[in-house]
């Protein structure tokens, strides 16, 4: 039995739940959420608690099990308190500018790129910082990916785009000629 899958999920009172037909319905004070379960598992609410169960034990149904459990609980995280994930750009004249809902990279290349923010996600920008916020897990952290892809921190200088607090482990240089001539 799944140990993930087994554990109940507290709603609070300000979270309604609505399930018809696999379809799930989270609506928070932060907004509100949908996905389609389909009939992959039997899910229930009961007092206050989302139980998500298994309709046999076949070994679908248990690699799902705490896989959409952990989903839903995300989901009712996302509605009530929100996600957020920070970005941070290392490089001399590296920067980045709003413009409408659009950020503007300037990262090194002989033009800037253009990064369309999704519909969902709130970006704030604090020096060389990006703080992204939104309500779906999976949405925020697909978009701090993507913009972290267009400059990779690369192993030498350590230049370009990071999660904040990422660490990345830098290479050895070129150590020069150590003796004479070969």
Known sequence: MSRIGKKPIQISDNVTVDIKDGLVKIKGPKGELTQDFADKLKITVKDKE???ERKDDSQQQRALHGTVRSLIANMVIGVT???KRSLELIGVGFRVAKKGK???FFIGFSHPVIFNIPEGVECELEKNTIHLQSTDK???GETAAN???LKKPEPYKGKGIRYVGEIVRKKAGKAGKAGGSA
Request: aromatic share 6%.
């Open 50 to 52: 989302i139980i998500v």
């Open 81 to 83: 308190e929100g996600f």
């Open 102 to 104: 659009d950020l503007e």
């Open 138 to 140: 999976q949405l925020i």
């Open 147 to 149: 913009i972290r892809k």
